[in-house]
């Protein structure tokens, strides 16, 4: 099992990091989750764009292009299955415990891959609840620090759910580790993108089938009171990808089943992502 770090590709037990890297005393980096179907990544430029906004977002811009990247990820994939990479760039090591930037950056860059395992979910519908949003306010940057949405997504594990639906203000933004989508009205509407949220590439892959096949949709907010009314609900990221909400809250959504729009729409990605492998 090989991984990168720093340059060197090397066995998982072999990589170390110091004690003293700002990832481990801070959480001061980033990092970014890219599918890969049959050794191919899937909208590689895409997750570089949202890397690249979460370096800048935190004050660490890289000088790799896609391609490098793409050169650093190769030796990772297998090409006879589903993966993701991992990738988590640090501020890298300080002699020092200091809040400010140290005067010598060197980050510290890791990529590891791994196999994406189907999720039952997906096709069965999960429970989840609603929970206040505790977290920050640059929700934008794909930041290592996760304690507010591991605290989320456990509370709602707890809860017998496994997702956590956040709200901020009285409305819903995503979830402790997905995007947000809701038919209301016969209209499938996702939260506008805002430091609200993560950018989520499959939101962006949705929203853009959507448009290709003449499924109305739109980018608004979304009140608590019009979620608890919605016909279908789904949470969407890059492992799990479109997954059904059959109850929320205690409450069932729809007529408790993964409805037709989710149906339609995962049919429509399960079809894309075939005709790019
Ligand atoms: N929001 C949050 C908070 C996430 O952690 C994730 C990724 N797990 C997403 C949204 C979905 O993003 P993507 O579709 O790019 O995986």
Not at 136 to 162: F, M, P, V, Y
Request: aromatic residues 8%; contains cysteine; proline residues 6%.
């Amino acid at each position: 099992e090989q991984v990168y770090l720093n340059g060197a590709y090397l066995p998982l037990a072999d990589a170390k990091v110091s004690v003293l890297d700002r990832g481990f005393l801070f959480g001061d980096g980033v990092y970014e989750v890219i599918p890969a179907y049959n050794g191919r990544l899937f909208r590689l430029e895409d997750h570089i764009v949202r890397l690249n906004n979460s370096l800048s977002g935190i004050r660490l811009p890289l000088p790799h292009s896609v391609a490098d990247w793409e050169a650093i990820f190769r030796p990772l994939l297998a090409d006879d299955r589903d993966q993701y990479i991992y990738l988590q760039v640090t501020r890298g090591y300080a002699p020092k415990r200091d809040h400010g930037f140290p005067e010598q950056i060197v980050p510290t860059i890791f990529a590891m891959c791994a196999d994406i395992k189907p999720f039952a979910g997906r096709i069965d519908g999960i429970k989840a609840i609603t929970l206040d949003d505790t977290r920050w306010q640059l929700c934008n940057i794909k930041a290592i620090t996760l304690l507010g949405n591991i605290l989320l997504r456990q509370e709602a594990l707890d809860q017998g759910s496994a997702e956590a639906i956040l709200v901020r203000n009285g409305y819903v933004v995503e979830g402790a580790a997905s995007n947000l989508f809701a038919v209301l009205d016969g209209e499938l509407i996702t939260p506008p993108k805002s430091h609200e949220i993560l950018p989520g590439i499959t939101r962006d892959v949705i929203l853009e089938l959507a448009a290709a096949h003449n499924i109305p949709y739109q980018e608004d907010i979304i009140a608590l009171e019009a979620l608890h009314n919605a016909s279908e609900i789904w949470v969407t990221s890059s492992t799990r990808e479109i997954v059904p909400v059959i109850e929320l809250d205690g409450q069932q959504v729809g007529d408790g089943k993964p409805g037709p729009a989710w149906k339609r729409m995962d049919d429509l990605l399960q079809a894309y992502k075939k005709s790019l492998s």
